[in-house]
């Protein structure tokens, strides 16, 4: 229903102008539950009485204006009254909701006798020009029930995470309770006093029969179970806002003046377990690492959407850096998937023998490079690739960049899974020496999650006016990229790492399907952890806005400070979203568990000394082991 009140200062020739109504636009996530508002009246326009639970309507007319379908704007039973309490400085009292929409939309505060007559006037002259639905209407859009919270729509919101239509019986009367005094309950401080409103309200309903007696001594025993809104996703908005303003700008649509929704690709239980287990695990940071900052990205991985994000620590501000996808810095470890997966999509396999010993790469050129471990110690032995990865021997990789492929093929790979920052094709980019976002490691890792299929990931599902006309609508972008034997086998291996690896903290929060990587800069500088089951991709990292600046203790490697994040949030996350837990990466037919010789890697024959089950892609077996060939039968 449209309604000229609401889009112009002015009712009609017949009344007064009329206060400018400010309504925002605003960004809800993918169940509807509000993210934020742009603009700082919260303020949302609702077009229609049918999108307001009956409850709410039953219960503010009980309360506010039992007489209102009966009178003309003005209940002379109430009437003396109403003077009387102007008379002794009181502004509610005898007011139908009729005068009061009058003196919210025309009249000033003051409590005058001559405001109050001004009033009753104004409430005639609504009634003569506006049905008593839209009355009701225009009240529920304007009214303050406090907190910040103006209109139905936006208490429904702050007060519970739902929409008017939703509001049970006593989540109305709670609601309805406010208007008393709009700012006087404070839910946090003094849930008894708004409980004891609550139930006067239910009380109202039997006296004027939409409630019995039992069903009242039922309900007034339930808990509040508010919802209050406390700015979840705050990075997010931001991120979602300038994604918004891109798209409109070309359109001519204005995200400040103009009344939009947009429909996000959030969700509200994962964001909420990501920034509880960010919380949670910057209480166990030392005073040292208090302003250190963190990026939270998580991405379904066969669309795309991205599920929760956050830009910083629990006190950094909004409009900041967002650290999850506007910073870039060196991802360490992490970085080795790429190179790893480039060799198994050569043909190369877990159990490629891979030498743990100091070396020199490009000796007497500026590009110079002397890798170490973390512990600055080496096995000088061979070991399979597969334990390589688990415990992320960074000697291993470097030797593989140069000895097995080269720079420019890891680089052309990690662009392919969707790598978009500029990435350094020197052998120092096997242990992250480029920079890189959050954002692109979540999206990335994604690729091996779908068994290759990369999903550009994006933020707003759609984009409606204020008569919920569709102005946008996303169009998600996917193609294959790699094959899926090639990605089972380097989620096997990561697997490993979050079983026995250097990210087995998380199996101290999360025992469900994972795989991930961890990855620790040299000196600590930056950490990270990127993990995934079949459901999520999430990239984790940690470190300070002042590279110069080192995390230190037992938070300085990315399996201390991020993986508990990740395994903490997925704990959560699994125990109220179905299919988050026991999803098994799905097997390719081309995978076939054979016995290879651990010092070539190729298929192993009965003069092999070590050997072990591995799985492979059968279309790339090598062929049989070079360094111990069967041995061919004599003649006599």
């Known amino acids: 229903m449209f309604l000229p009140l609401l889009t112009s200062p002015v009712l009609g020739d017949d009344l007064p102008p009329a206060k400018k109504i400010e309504y925002a636009s605003y960004a809800v996530t993918s169940e509807g539950k509000l993210i934020g508002y742009f603009g700082d009246q919260h303020r949302v326009d609702i077009k229609s009485t049918k999108n307001v639970s009956k409850h ?14 009966n009178h003309d704007g003005v209940s002379y039973k109430g009437l003396g009254r109403a003077i009387l309490k102007t008379l002794t400085g009181s502004t509610q009292g005898g007011s139908t909701l009729t005068m009061q929409l009058a003196r919210n939309l025309y009249l000033s505060t003051e409590q005058t006798l001559s405001r109050k007559f001004t009033e009753i006037g104004i409430a005639r002259d609504l009634e003569k020009k506006y049905t008593k639905d839209q009355i009701l209407l225009m009240y529920l859009n304007t009214v303050n029930f406090g907190h910040g919270a103006w209109g139905i729509w936006a208490a429904a919101q702050h007060y519970f995470g739902k929409t008017p239509n939703k509001l049970t019986i006593t989540e109305s009367a709670t609601i309805v309770g406010f208007l008393k005094n709009p700012n006087g309950y404070d839910p946090a401080k003094n849930p008894d006093r708004i409980l004891s409103r609550r139930n006067e309200v239910l009380y109202n309903l039997v006296e004027v029969g939409k409630l019995s007696e039992k069903e009242f001594n039922r309900l007034k025993k339930q808990p509040l179970g508010f919802k209050i809104n406390d700015g979840l996703g705050r990075h997010f908005l931001e991120h979602v806002r300038k994604e918004a303003v891109a798209i409109l700008n070309s359109r001519g649509i204005s995200l400040s003046r103009d009344q939009i929704k947009i429909t996000t690709t959030l969700s509200y239980d994962i964001q909420k377990a990501a920034e ?26 066969e669309t795309g959407k991205i599920r929760a994000m956050v830009g910083g620590n629990p006190w950094s501000e909004s409009r900041g850096l967002n650290h999850a996808d506007e910073i870039h810095r060196q991802p360490g470890s992490a970085f080795k998937v790429f190179l790893y997966g480039s060799l198994l999509e050569k043909g190369y396999s877990l159990a490629t023998p891979l030498l743990d010993a100091p070396f020199v790469a490009d000796a007497g050129t500026p590009q110079e490079w002397s890798p170490s471990n973390s512990d600055d110690k080496f096995t000088n032995a061979r070991m399979p690739m597969l334990n390589a990865i688990k415990h992320s021997v960074n000697t291993c990789a470097a030797r593989a960049i140069v000895e097995l492929t080269k720079p420019d093929s890891v680089v052309e790979f990690a662009q392919r899974l969707g790598i978009k920052s500029h990435l350094n094709p020197y052998p120092s980019i096997a242990l992250g020496t480029s920079e890189v976002t959050p954002l692109e490691m979540a999206s990335s890792f994604g690729v091996i999650a779908s068994e290759g299929t990369y999903a550009k990931p994006y933020s707003i599902l759609k984009i409606e006016d204020k008569f919920n006309h569709v102005l946008y609508s996303a169009t998600p972008e996917k193609a294959t990229v790699l094959d899926s034997a090639t990605c089972y086998l380097l989620t096997d291996a990561l697997k490993n790492v979050v079983e026995g690896g250097t990210a087995v903290s998380v199996k101290k929060y999360y025992t469900g399907v994972a795989a991930g990587k961890t990855g620790t800069t040299q000196n600590s500088t930056d950490v990270w952890f990127v993990g995934y089951n079949t459901m999520l991709s999430t990239a984790v990292w940690v470190g300070f806005d002042d590279a110069q600046k080192k ?60 050997k072990r089950m591995y799985p492979v892609n059968f279309l790339k077996l090598q062929g049989s082991c070079r360094l111990h060939p069967a041995q061919v039968g004599m003649g006599n």
């Not at 709410?56 to 379908?69: K, M, P, S």
């Not at 949030?569 to 097997?587: E, L, T, W």
Request: glycine share 10%.
């Open 276 to 301: 509880d287990a960010v919380f949670n695990q910057y209480q166990q940071f030392p005073s040292s690492m208090k302003q250190a900052q963190v990026g939270l990205v998580a991405i379904e991985p």
């Open 551 to 610: 995390l230190g203790g037992a938070f300085r490697y990315g399996g201390t400070a991020c993986a508990p994040i990740w395994g903490k949030m997925m704990a959560v996350v699994s125990g109220k979203i179905k299919g988050f837990y026991g999803n098994q990466f799905h097997r390719p037919e081309t995978i076939q568990e054979v016995e290879l010789c651990e010092d070539s890697g190729e298929i192993a024959t009965a003069n092999c000394p070590n």
């Open 56 to 69: 709410v309507i039953n219960a503010l007319i009980a309360t506010e204006d039992r007489d209102f379908y």
